[in-house]
């Protein structure tokens, strides 16, 4: 995909806290590498639970800990997106089942369907729901995905 434009989807189940981080940190690494303008990222969910909510206040705030913003508001995984994405990387087996469920529905879909996890150079494959955890649980999602997206950008560029 070199010189054109390369698109990532961050996906969870109810895209508040996991996604919005995930494509928050890969916002703030394509930013501070000068890449941003190549790249496409966005994140969505894969159920409707959440549609129009914005991101978790606890994901916000570790986030901001970091000193990194999102003002993304939660919206459900749609036909186009498996057409116009080439990655679409989710948080867990759950979230994997149910995407590949949807895929066969599409006709010619061009989306990688992977896990964020299978790029953590330590091995830690699902990145857990923090939602009815503490701050301390959505911290580890943020390190989890700071190291899987690092990795992810590393291999895509």
């Not at 989807?9 to 703030?28: D, Q």
């Not at 996890?117 to 009815?132: A, K, R, T």
């Amino acid at each position: 995909m070199a010189g054109g434009q390369q698109s990532v989807l961050f996906v969870c189940l109810g895209n508040i806290c996991r996604s919005p981080i995930a494509e928050a940190i890969f916002r703030k690494l394509a930013t501070d590498q000068g890449i941003i303008n190549k790249w496409k990222i966005d994140s969505a969910a894969t159920s409707t639970y959440e549609i129009g909510n914005p991101a978790d206040q606890r994901g916000q705030r570790c986030l901001m800990k970091h000193g990194i913003t999102t003002n993304h508001i939660a919206r459900q995984v749609t036909k186009n997106d498996f057409l116009t994405f080439d990655y679409m990387l989710c948080m867990d087996e759950s979230n994997l089942r149910d995407l590949k469920r949807m895929a066969e529905k599409v006709k010619n879909y061009k989306s990688e369907i992977k896990l964020l996890g299978s790029f953590d150079p330590q091995n830690h494959l699902y990145i857990q729901d923090p939602y009815y955890g503490n701050d301390a649980d959505f911290e580890d999602v943020y390190q989890q995905c700071l190291r899987c997206c690092t990795a992810f950008l590393e291999s895509s560029t």
